[in-house]
C-alpha cells in the first residue's frame, strides 16, 4: 500500500480537519488509493487530492468511504459518526472560498430538508391513518352504546369510548404540529432550491462543476433552469451572449409606481424593443430599462415607435446608452417544431424582482402568427428574446403563458421587427 500525500500548504483548519478524518477512515481499508479508486470508479488522482486536502470531495465520497470501511469491519457506520463526519464536511464547504463549495453545501443542505421534508409528510399520512382508525372506533362504540348491552357491559365501553376520545385528541394536535412542521420543511426546500440555483448559475464554466465532481462530464446539463454547455462546440450561442441582449424594463406612473414589469431585447446601445403592455390611459409618462434589474441602475427611455396587433411591440429610445457593448445578432425564420431555444432574462414573481434565470425552451408548433414553446419557463419573463441554440438566430420574443404552470407559451416570432420603421436600414440614393 502506498503512502499518502501530505497536506497542501495553505489549506484551511476545516479542510485539513475534514482530509485527516478521511485519511484515518482510509486507513482502516488498507488498500492503496489506485486501487480504492478503481473500486469505486474514481480517478486515482482525485482521491489523493481529496485525501491530501488540495480539493474538497463532495459528500457522495465520504459516506462512500465511511460504508466502505465499515463493510470491511463487519459493521454498519453508527449515526455518531456519520455526523460527526458531516458536519467536519460542512464546516471545510463554509470554509472553502469557490463557487463550487457553495453549491455543494446547498445541495447537502437541500437533501436533508427533503430528508425533513419526506419524514413529515409520511409521519402526517401515518397520523392521518390513525385518526381514521379511532374515529371508526368510537362511532363503533357509540352504535354498542345505543344497542342492547347489560350495564355491566355499558360501563366498560363508556371508559373505552372516553379513553379513544381522549386518544383522537392527542392526534388532531400532534397532527397539527406534523402539518406545520412538513410546511416549514417545503418552505425550505423551496428557499434552498432559490439559493442553489443561483449559486449554480455564478459557479461558472460547466468545467469547473465536471472538476468538483458535480455534474457528468461530456454532457448538455440544466440546473434548476440554468444552463450549463460542457461542448461548447455544439452551441452557437451561451447565457453570456444572450444575457447582453436582454434588458428588464419597467412603466412608471407619476407616482413612480411601476405599472409593467418585462424583459426586453437591446437593438443597439440606445436602442431596446419591449411588449407593450401599458395605454395612456394610464398615464404612464416615464420608460426605464435596466441591464442588471437594480432600481437606481434604471435608464430613462422614451418611446420611439409603436407596433400593430397582435404582437404589440414597442420601440424604446434610451437617453443614455447602456454600458456594455451591444453584440451583433441576426433574425431566424420560423423554426421546425423540437427546435431548442435559450432564453435568458429577469424573472420576478408576486411582484418581486429575482436574479436573472435562463432556460431551454422547445418550439412545438404554430397558432396563427405566434409561436408556440414549452420548457422551463418561470413568470415575468414576457418580453426575453430566444435564440436558436443551434445557428444562434433570434427566432422570438416570450409573449403571453398558455397556462397556469407558466411552462407553455406563444412567442413572438423574430420577423415582427421587421414591421417597425425606426428598426429597418434606410439606404440613401
Known amino acids: 500500500m502506498g503512502e499518502l500525500q501530505t497536506f497542501g500548504e495553505g ?17 482502516g481499508l488498507e488498500i492503496s488509493e489506485r486501487r480504492y479508486a478503481a473500486r469505486r470508479s474514481y480517478d486515482s488522482s482525485t482521491v489523493s487530492r481529496y485525501l491530501s486536502g488540495q480539493r474538497l470531495p463532495p459528500w457522495e465520497f465520504a459516506l462512500n468511504l465511511l460504508n466502505d470501511v465499515a463493510e470491511k469491519r463487519g459493521t454498519v457506520p453508527t449515526p455518531e459518526m456519520t455526523e460527526m463526519l458531516r458536519a467536519l464536511h460542512h464546516a471545510a464547504l463554509r470554509a472553502g472560498k469557490s463557487p463550487t463549495h457553495k453549491v455543494q453545501l446547498l445541495q447537502q443542505q437541500l437533501a436533508v430538508a427533503d430528508e425533513d421534508a419526506r419524514r413529515a409528510a409520511q409521519r402526517e399520512r401515518w397520523l392521518e391513518d390513525t385518526l381514521r382508525d379511532r374515529e371508526h372506533r368510537v362511532r363503533e362504540l357509540q352504535l354498542q352504546i345505543g344497542g342492547l348491552r347489560s350495564d355491566s357491559d355499558m360501563g366498560v365501553t363508556d371508559a373505552d369510548r372516553a379513553r379513544l376520545i381522549a386518544e383522537i385528541r392527542q392526534l388532531k394536535e400532534e397532527l397539527e404540529e406534523t402539518r406545520e412542521a412538513h410546511r416549514q420543511a417545503e418552505e425550505r426546500c423551496e428557499r434552498l432550491e432559490r439559493q442553489l440555483a443561483d449559486a449554480e448559475m455564478r459557479a461558472g464554466p460547466a468545467s469547473e462543476l465536471v472538476a468538483a465532481g458535480l455534474i457528468p462530464p461530456g454532457t448538455q446539463t440544466v440546473f434548476n433552469g440554468h444552463v450549463y454547455v460542457n461542448r461548447p462546440d455544439r452551441w452557437a450561442i451561451d447565457e453570456a451572449y444572450v444575457g447582453l441582449l436582454t434588458v428588464w424594463f419597467a412603466a412608471l406612473d407619476k407616482e413612480r409606481r411601476a405599472q409593467v414589469v418585462h424583459n426586453g431585447l437591446v437593438i443597439d446601445e440606445r436602442t431596446v424593443v419591449v411588449p407593450h403592455t401599458w395605454s395612456a390611459d394610464d398615464g404612464v409618462d416615464r420608460l426605464y430599462v435596466s441591464r442588471d434589474g437594480v432600481r437606481e441602475g434604471f435608464v430613462r427611455a422614451s418611446v420611439l415607435e409603436y407596433g400593430s396587433d397582435p404582437f ?89 403563458h398558455l397556462n397556469d404552470e407558466k411552462t407553455k407559451a406563444h412567442l413572438i416570432p423574430a420577423g415582427a421587427l421587421l414591421d417597425f420603421e425606426s428598426l429597418t436600414p434606410r439606404t440613401t440614393a
Not at 489549506?11 to 486507513?27: C, G, K, V, W
Not at 404589440?312 to 447602456?322: C, H
Open 312 to 400: 404589440n411591440l414597442a420601440v424604446l429610445r434610451l437617453d443614455a446608452p447602456l454600458p456594455d457593448d451591444v453584440p451583433p445578432f441576426r433574425l431566424g425564420s420560423q423554426p421546425p417544431p423540437a427546435t431548442r431555444l435559450l432564453v435568458n432574462g429577469f424573472a420576478y414573481e408576486h411582484g418581486r424582482t429575482l436574479d436573472l434565470y435562463s432556460c431551454l425552451i422547445e418550439v412545438k408548433g404554430q397558432s396563427g402568427p405566434w409561436v408556440r414553446v414549452e420548457g422551463e419557463l418561470a413568470r415575468g419573463l414576457n418580453g426575453a428574446p430566444a435564440f436558436h441554440v443551434g445557428t444562434g438566430e433570434l427566432v422570438g420574443l416570450v409573449g403571453q
Open 11 to 27: 489549506i484551511s483548519p476545516e479542510t485539513r480537519a475534514l482530509a485527516q478524518a478521511l485519511r484515518d477512515l482510509f486507513a
